[in-house]
């Protein structure tokens, strides 16, 4: 039944008048750097006037350039040069020289420090009696955790990591140390960036990487950075041995978006729906406001590069303190954090464990045996039986791959067989996902009345934004359906017209649920327009690049191309859904039907369903004597 032919009542006829005065919403910067209540995505409107992207959301027509000279060794040489690579990620030799700094430290400090940890540090080769000989990433392979004892069966402790959150005495690091440890006194009070907890993670890297500083020679220099956490002899040389592991600036160059050069950067920016120019102005806005305001201020304390020992007669120059240290350091925090007990955490040494589609878990927290009792901690478990020799691996998640690629640099064979076919053998893969963005529009004369819903009637932990981006399924088994949530913000962003009496402040407490089903015709006709254009849209960008990425025979050009095509089929599935949708909008139930039902006033009148006093009342058969 359409809504047009279903009249109201009296009590039903209300006049829409004049909204009432709405809530001021700030539209100024903040004097930090903040994220907003809601970590789907921050408004544009609240970039700093002089950042790089006020201009609004992001488009391929206005590019940002990344930083120049990040990695590559044009700017950051090492202080012993080391012969040219055959790979991305250096010579075998130089590998197993730093496998065998962390076994050291491991040997020395790893039982007192881990309490459990069966597992050595080893390189992790390609195989090359492996099938899968067109595999390029497993030339990304670097280093990884090796079985030091046989386990009969899966789910069986590995290795196990205490977390110590209230000192960060320990080797894990978390976000809450930064500000409430670290650097307490250093940053301002609410400091909250655009890159959110991977930035917290990064800035603390970046002071770990400080500590570690040594003279060009090799020995102990004057300490860089700020000395906390405070941790003992044992964590501090496990710490050191950690951070002279990790991959350098020219290696994550290869392994990792963020590090690309511009070029490949710009073809992942028209390949996928999951912006990474969104991601570096993130990276560049928090390290420009943080060099300008902290670390330029005393150079002494943050220095803009430190020598890192990698080796007994060894060093290498990094970058710490700076917009390219800062970029580095986040790259390094994407690939290697871990979200575990309500929190993204760095877990050294287990960090080492590459992923494995099948016969793994994830990393989880639980309790930890120690000389005190029992602390909370992180958990490497067997996904399978293994022997002595074996590789030890763990699931990364469960991501799309976009995802995988902009966090930790590949992506995976489960979601590979998505883009790729299913050339890669037998079942589904994983799900994955593109994305799309929307916005109440700043000319909707209810804008006003619409974000004081967003703000204060959605969601109290996260109320939302003016912009959100929300997720779209493809793979296996998908049906294209929208997020009910997406659907859900599209009919309050195109409430209007006969339909905006609902924005009274009579509604105020119902509205939001009110928008979880369709309103009107005209309403809904609208929300399902903005996701087919939004598909649309999405899906042309990825033409006009196709042909050039197809050709594109580099390993990041492949990259890429794995991606559009998992998002692709992702849009497609979802502009499928949504045109049924569309065709079948006068088969919904409205607002307006549902409001009769609930008041018994849906079906037509019947003498029976109106019984007075003693007798029916018949229309017309009253007999009064006016």
């Known amino acids: 039944m359409s809504s047009s032919s279903i009249g109201f009542g009296c009590a039903m006829a209300v006049s829409i008048v004049s909204s009432l005065a709405a809530l001021a919403h700030p539209t100024s910067c903040f004097s930090i750097p903040r994220r907003p209540s809601c970590d789907r995505r921050r408004p544009w409107q609240h970039r700093s006037s002089s950042s790089p992207s006020s201009s609004g959301p992001y488009t391929n027509s206005g590019r940002r350039r990344p930083l120049a000279a990040v990695g590559g060794g044009s700017t950051l040489a090492a202080t012993t040069a080391s012969p040219p690579p055959t790979s991305p990620l250096g010579d075998e030799k130089r590998l197993k020289r730093l496998a065998q700094i962390a076994n050291d430290a491991l040997d020395a400090h790893g039982s007192d420090v881990l309490r459990t940890f069966d597992a050595r540090v080893g390189v992790v080769a390609s195989n090359d009696n492996d099938d899968d000989d067109d595999d390029f990433q497993k030339g990304y392979l670097r280093l990884g955790l090796i079985a030091a004892e046989s386990f009969r069966k899966d789910d069986q402790l590995v290795a196990a990591l205490p977390y110590y959150d209230t000192d960060g005495s320990g080797l894990a690091l978390a976000p809450h140390l930064a500000t409430k440890v670290v650097y307490r006194d250093v940053l301002p009070e609410g400091y909250d960036g655009w890159t959110g907890d991977a930035g917290l993670l990064a800035m603390l890297l970046l002071n770990e990487m400080a500590r570690s500083n040594v003279d060009a020679a090799g020995g102990d220099a004057e300490p860089r950075g700020i000395d906390l956490p405070k941790r003992k002899d044992g964590p501090k040389a496990m ?16 392994m990792h978006p963020l590090m690309w050069g511009e070029d490949d950067q710009e073809t992942l920016q028209s390949s996928s ?15 420009s406001w943080l060099d300008e305001r902290l670390w330029s201020e005393d150079r002494e304390r943050f220095p803009e590069t430190v020598r890192i020992r990698v080796g007994d007669d060894e060093v290498e120059e990094r970058p710490c303190f700076s917009p390219a240290g800062f970029r580095y350091a986040v790259s390094l925090v994407r690939s290697r954090s871990s979200f575990v007990d309500g929190s993204s955490r760095l877990l050294p040494y287990l960090d080492y464990a590459n992923h ?13 045996g120690t000389l005190w009792g029992s602390a909370k901690g992180a958990l490497l478990k067997s996904g399978k039986a293994l022997n002595v020799g074996d590789e030890v691996r763990i699931s990364y998640g469960p991501k799309g791959p976009a995802d995988y690629l902009l966090d930790h640099g590949f992506v995976p064979p489960m979601c590979r067989m998505i883009s790729e076919g299913g050339r890669k053998g037998g079942g589904g893969g994983s799900a994955v996902a593109a994305e799309l963005s929307f916005e109440v529009s700043e000319a909707d004369r209810f804008r006003d009345d619409k974000l004081d819903v967003l703000e204060y009637e959605t969601y109290d932990l996260a109320p939302m934004e003016p912009l959100q ?12 359906e929208p997020d009910p949530a997406m659907m859900q913000f599209l009919r309050l962003a195109h409430l209007g017209g006969k339909d905006a009496f609902l924005l009274e402040s009579i ?16 309403n809904e006709r609208g929300a399902v327009g903005a996701v087919i254009e939004a598909c649309r849209s999405a899906l042309g960008e990825m033409d006009e690049v196709a042909a050039v990425v197809a050709l594109d025979a580099s390993e990041k050009g492949r990259l890429c191309s794995m991606v559009g095509q998992s998002e692709r089929d992702a849009l497609e599935r979802t502009l499928a859904y ?14 307006q039907v549902r409001r009769l039902k609930s008041l018994g006033l849906d079906s037509d009148w019947t003498p ?7 007798g029916t009342r018949v229309p017309g058969g009253a007999d009064y004597d006016w």
């Open 239 to 254: 710490m050191g041995a950690w951070v002279s592991t990790l991959p350098s600036p020219d290696e994550m160059a290869a």
């Open 273 to 287: 729906t999951k912006k990474i120019y969104r991601l570096l102005d993130d990276v560049d806005d928090d390290s």
């Open 356 to 368: 494995d589609d099948y016969d793994s878990y994830e990393l989880v927290g639980g309790g930890i």
């Open 469 to 480: 981006t929300f997720d779209v399924a493809g793979g296996p088994g998908s049906t294209g």
């Open 507 to 522: 509604f105020r407490k119902e509205i939001w649920g009110f928008m979880s089903e369709p309103v009107s015709e005209d």
């Open 578 to 591: 949504v045109r049924q949708e569309a065709e079948a909008l006068d088969l919904k139930e409205y607002y």
């Open 608 to 614: 029976e369903d109106d019984v007075g006093f003693g």
